[in-house]
């Protein structure tokens, strides 16, 4: 339900976070409601940037509610997204999120995230990790050279 951006969606979510008798359901709904914050911003600021994708996704979000976020304050959709990752690292950080770490840790990559995102013109973050060899080697370590990532992985 991270994707459903619908007021419904959002009301279940609310009330399995708050009567839900598991705390880690708890979890997983707040998880989604923080990410719900997330992507109404992300796709609000993407209508803000290419005022034209507001019509591509009318069919698949509904005239109205392409409406509000076409509408909406970027500075209100982004703090409301930091607030819920802040409560999800605040609540429930020692629950288990996915992809081997902590609702803690997601939720502090996903508040670094809204806090200085990336955009065209900005410094890429320091990225470590190790090449084909095994050997140690961070982004930095290539500056002024042209480079091609290639994120994957086995989830």
């Not at 994707?3 to 609310?14: A, T, V």
């Not at 429930?92 to 508040?111: F, V, W």
Request: hydrophobic residues 35%.
């Amino acid at each position: 339900m991270s994707f459903s951006l619908d007021e419904g969606s959002q009301k279940f979510l609310r009330s399995v976070a708050e009567k839900n008798p598991s705390r880690e359901i708890q979890g997983k709904a707040y998880l989604a409601l923080a990410e719900q914050a997330e992507n109404r911003f992300q796709i609000a600021q993407e209508f803000k940037d290419n005022p034209d994708r507001a019509k591509v996704y009318e069919p698949i979000l509904g005239k109205k509610t392409v409406d509000e976020l076409v509408k909406a304050d970027l500075g209100k959709l982004n703090q409301e997204a930091q607030t819920r990752f802040e409560r999800l690292a605040k609540d429930y950080g020692d629950l288990s999120a996915r992809q081997n770490s902590t609702m803690k840790e997601l939720a502090h990559l996903k508040l670094d995230t809204l806090r200085d995102p990336v955009k065209v013109g900005k410094a890429v973050p320091e990225i470590e990790g190790e090449d084909i060899d095994g050997k140690k080697f961070t982004l930095s370590d290539y500056r002024g050279k042209v480079v091609v990532l290639d994120f994957w992985g086995h989830w």
